[in-house]
């Protein structure tokens, strides 16, 4: 016998000028509860509605429950409503996250025995299987027929698939399958500690498989190097190379690795262009928050005057970053690259006559350009608070030395709100030596974290506009990780983000702003 408590994040003071004006579609329409699935060995003794409940033994997200409590919204004993025979718009598999007595994170509990198993097979109908990759990157679902959506995000604090057993429907695999190389074949195996990561110790790797590349198959030229949550290595090579894994490397640093071409990851057309030219605007749906607000802050809409493809100036709109400075104390606000026009100049995007800055320093290869502000303009480096009243404290930007973990994070755009993910992946980008604007040998490699928002099928939200670009990306203990690019909208990596580490300003001397 088991029993699920819906929780949500006790209601804040709300700031009302913390707050949005206009709540984006994404984020009304997605789930702001959560559900703890406990066992009379593994749970609270007394459960009643509207009574809190302490979730840090179920290791729930710190960003949607700061202060680890939370309000039980409702609760049901299985032996008396199994999830299975729920209406359909009240199944209590519609929630963000689903926490546990467990840290799924930690593989010595074993998710095929005892009271652990039952738990997982109690939140989708039909559930056949539980199962899981190398190293326990995630979880996957195997069920008789797809659930209706949306679907959680995380389970026990790992990220999901769910597919049907017979059907091929539904994403069995997290990472698309590639060709994998000769695991006879081993290089670097010693030198990187996966489980003391850093993107410090990830370049140096990356530096030593291009030199193995180069010396001993100088054909082969390798674009990137992506590092997963199952612990396994994808090395993307230049399309014009024909695959041939059964004769390079099976191993790197003894983990599998697998090659794919760069066009198998259709990143957009514009990454590899030089920055602010030739952007075409994409459609937006649904409401966005669009406000011109009297104090900047990270999230809000700001617009530049960028140049098409048929050369016609079209304005674009993308999400103001954080404001940083450098040695000298000159503060600048972060921004997407691609998304400021050649006349440099940035504003609201309801107020067009109104310039709030001009985009001063670029920082190469990283689509990170650095917005001097006009002295009108008054910024805060705090973002939005939720619909909770909770605002996030950042407390300062990433560092190539810090460990890199797996790991929940948060971004909050005009286009989507506050939105939660999960990192699943880190590349490091090689751009070549004769690349034009290369003037420091550290940026021939760029630190990317790879993002995942949920599954398409189950969740509405997975596919993110592209103004999202430049916002950003935090986890739960306010560390700025990062800065959004792009999403990828098609092909077999469709779902994935990528966002530029935010270890790359720190390279280029810069620090969080107070």
């Given amino acids: 016998m088991s029993t699920s408590i819906v929780i949500y994040s006790p209601q804040q003071l709300s700031t009302p000028a913390k707050k949005r004006k206009i709540t984006p579609s994404a984020e009304q329409s997605s789930s702001k509860k959560a559900l703890v699935l406990t066992t009379p060995s593994n749970g609270p003794s007394n459960i009643s509605q509207s009574s809190t409940l302490s979730i840090q033994r179920f290791y729930g997200p710190k960003q949607r429950f700061p202060q ?277 100049k940035v504003w609201q995007s309801s107020r067009p006559a109104e310039t709030i800055g001009n985009a001063a320093v670029e920082i190469s290869f990283t689509d990170i350009c650095l917005v001097e502000l006009e002295r009108s303009t008054s910024f805060s480096t705090q973002t939005f608070e939720d619909s909770n009243g909770i605002v996030p404290q950042f407390i300062r930007l990433a560092t190539s030395e810090d460990k890199s973990d797996f790991e929940p994070c948060y971004l909050n755009s005009p286009f989507t709100g506050l939105l939660d993910s999960v990192i699943v992946a880190k590349s490091i980008k090689i751009r070549a030596k004769g690349t034009p604007r290369l003037t420091e040998e550290r940026l021939h490699y760029v630190v990317y974290d790879w993002l995942y928002h949920g599954q398409e099928e189950g969740n509405d939200g997975a596919e993110l506009p592209g103004g999202v670009c430049g916002s950003v990306i935090w986890n739960d203990e306010g560390v700025i990780q990062g800065f959004y690019q792009f999403s990828i909208k098609k092909g077999l990596w469709k779902g994935f983000s990528a966002c530029v580490s935010a270890s790359e300003v720190v390279e280029s001397g810069y620090t969080l702003a107070a």
């Fill in 68 to 344: 680890g409590i939370a309000t039980i919204v409702d609760y049901y004993t299985h032996s008396h409503r199994p999830c299975a025979e729920q209406h359909e718009n009240e199944a209590l598999w519609h929630n963000r996250h689903v926490l546990l007595p467990y840290d799924l994170r930690d593989q010595s509990n074993d998710i095929t025995k005892g009271e652990l198993r039952s738990l997982l097979h109690s939140i989708f109908p039909g559930t056949e299987n539980v199962t899981e990759p190398g190293f326990r990157g995630y979880l996957i679902f195997q069920v008789t027929q797809l659930p209706s959506a949306p679907w959680p995000l995380t389970v026990g604090g790992l990220p999901i698939t769910v597919s049907e057993t017979e059907a091929e429907r539904g994403r069995a695999l997290l990472f698309p399958r590639a060709m994998m190389g000769r695991l006879s074949l081993s290089i670097l195996q010693t030198g990187f500690d996966a489980t003391h990561m850093s993107d410090k110790s990830l370049r140096q790797l990356t530096r030593d498989v291009e030199a193995y590349f180069q010396l001993n198959l100088p054909t082969v030229h390798v674009i990137e190097l992506m590092f997963t949550c199952q612990r396994t290595f994808f090395i993307v090579i230049d399309d014009d190379v024909e695959l041939k894994p059964g004769s390079w490397p099976g191993r790197i640093a003894n983990y599998p690795v697998a090659y794919l071409h760069d066009k198998d990851l259709n990143r957009p057309a514009w990454i590899d262009q030089p920055a602010r030219q030739e952007v075409e605007p994409q459609p937006v749906m649904g409401i966005v928050d669009d406000t011109s607000y009297d104090v900047l802050r990270p999230g809000v809409m700001i617009s530049s005057l960028v140049i098409t493809g048929h050369s016609h100036p079209v304005t674009l709109s993308s999400t103001a970053g954080v404001l940083v400075k450098n040695p000298a104390g000159n503060s600048f606000m972060t921004a997407a690259s691609h998304a400021i026009g050649n006349s440099e």
